[in-house]
């Protein structure tokens, strides 16, 4: 697809971690040059996918839906990863596998412009909220970490918010908030977007689907780390990637 | 060959940074009377067959693809039938 970015970084996180990642194109789901099947985990990455013309991610998803939308279903419903990173989130809920209530579309959330009016590119801190199989080897509940975010339209807005934020809550998926380096929940600038409930990142029931405004890919080595005596040895994105290979292989994906 | 529009606006109560931006300017640029902004987006479509099914593809072009329920409507507008 046009416009992504990041695609390099989420590439180098999966291969240092020991994974043999692929670029895949969506022509080759199009013109069925490759079996999804044969996969291990999906990652959608970030990016202004085709302009980011109508809205954020939306032709991408129309044609990945397009392609290839039954192969993604069963992909899910195997169990295995499908992780969407910035535009990838946003593809994700285009497509309607976020928050993935309904067959098909369900079109609960979307990503509206941030609050701001801006681009919003900096660091903020984001902590787990929900247990998740597949982040639960190298994250922690309740810990803040210090992670990139770049988007303008990042912004959860969910319809009918009293009903189904509950819902999402009562679902476990919501995986990420902002927080402010404390870890708790702050207003601007942590939560950069005026995201509802600061909601950061969400999951699937059941958790192997996961959509996330920031991006753990471009902050995989400490030493990339803003400040590398306060926030540790381990960066995000190694803790992140980490935890993804883990569920792999328990799982013999 | 029907010409259709698309009007694509944000629903009322929906936040529009654009246009509380572009409000915002125009009173520091001293037009005081304005009191509220709303942008839209415009789209228009020249397709082949007759009136009424270019008008059922544009409908559902616009309720699947150009709108997302969640924040904005559409409206149709034919150009040139």
């Not at chain 1, 959608?44 to 044609?63: Q, T």
């Not at chain 1, 807005?157 to 990420?176: A, G, H, T, V, Y």
């Amino acid at each position: 697809m046009e416009g992504t970015n990041n695609e390099y970084e989420a590439f180098q996180s999966f291969t240092r971690v020991g994974l043999d990642p692929e670029f895949i194109h969506l022509n080759d789901l199009r013109f069925k040059r490759i079996d999804l099947s044969e996969y291990s985990a999906i990652f959608l990455p970030g990016g202004f996918s085709a302009g980011d013309y109508i809205r954020a991610g939306v032709i991408f998803a129309r044609r990945l839906a397009d392609t290839s939308l039954q192969d993604l279903k069963r992909f899910q419903d195997e169990g295995k990863p499908i992780i969407g990173v910035c535009n990838g989130f946003q593809v994700l809920t285009e497509t309607g596998m976020l928050p993935g209530w309904g067959d098909g579309i369900s079109r609960e959330i979307v990503l509206a412009p941030n609050d701001s009016s801006r681009y919003e590119c900096r660091y903020t801190f984001i902590t787990m909220e929900a247990r998740n199989p597949l982040l639960s080897h190298g994250m922690s509940l309740k810990i803040p970490y210090l992670i990139p975010v770049a988007h303008a339209e990042g912004k959860i807005r969910i319809i009918n918010p009293d009903k189904n934020l509950k819902k999402l809550e009562d679902n476990n998926q919501i995986l990420f908030r902002y927080s402010t380096p404390e870890g708790s929940e702050g207003g601007y600038p942590w939560n950069p977007n005026g995201s509802i409930s600061s909601i950061a990142a969400i999951s699937n029931g059941d958790g192997n689907v996961i959509g996330l405004m920031p991006h753990p890919e471009r902050l995989f080595y400490h030493y990339t780390n803003a400040d590398r005596s306060r926030y540790g040895e381990v960066a995000v994105g190694q803790r992140f990637f980490t935890s993804i290979r883990e569920y792999i292989v328990m799982k013999g994906f | 060959m029907p010409v259709i529009r698309v009007d694509v606006e944000y629903l009322p109560g929906v936040e529009d940074p654009e246009a509380i931006t572009i409000l915002k300017n125009l009173k520091i640029l001293g037009y005081d009377t304005i009191t509220e902004t709303r942008t839209a987006k415009s789209y228009e479509f020249r397709i082949e067959g007759k009136l009424e099914e270019a008008r059922s593809t544009v409908d559902e072009i616009a309720s699947k693809i150009l709108t997302n329920p969640v924040i904005q409507k559409y409206s149709l507008q034919v150009v040139d039938p």
